[in-house]
């Protein structure tokens, strides 16, 4: 499984972006997709993730609210929506996904990971 993701870039405090993330290869074995996070000087953290079918979203505390993780089926994408951004939204954020929707609840987890792409967020 290969994860392209991309739509990182630079935006102001309050402002949204949109993260795609296409999956190509074997995805019939894929039952989960997701986001991550990491910092500078952090670790990576689980932001939100979703059933390979679209539905039973979990998010993170810091980001229930303001962003929104969406799977569009006929594309083999996942969308990540994130509005009202602060500051410390500012990380490499990376797609993850997992032939197990439990594998993209947290790092160790993890089957298969994109390469991240940066979103700063300036004050």
């Known amino acids: 499984v290969q994860l392209q993701a991309y739509g990182g870039g630079l935006v102001q405090a309050g402002g949204s972006l949109r993260l795609s993330c296409a999956a190509s290869?074997?995805?019939?074995?894929?039952?989960?997709m997701g986001w991550f996070r990491r910092a500078s000087g952090k670790v990576r953290e689980f932001v939100a993730a979703?059933?390979?079918?679209?539905?039973?979203?979990d998010y993170a505390d810091s980001v229930k609210g303001r962003f929104t993780i969406s799977r569009d089926n006929d594309k083999n994408t996942v969308y990540l929506q994130m509005s009202s951004l602060k500051p410390e939204d500012t990380a490499v954020y990376y797609c993850?996904?997992?032939?197990?929707?439990?594998?993209?609840?947290?790092?160790?987890?993890?089957?298969?990971w994109g390469q991240g792409t940066l979103v700063t967020v300036s004050s």
């Open positions: 979703i059933t390979w079918g679209g539905s039973l979203p």
């Open positions: 993850a996904a997992g032939r197990q929707y439990r594998a993209v609840l947290t790092t160790t987890g993890v089957d298969y």
């Open positions: 290869g074997r995805t019939f074995s894929l039952r989960g």
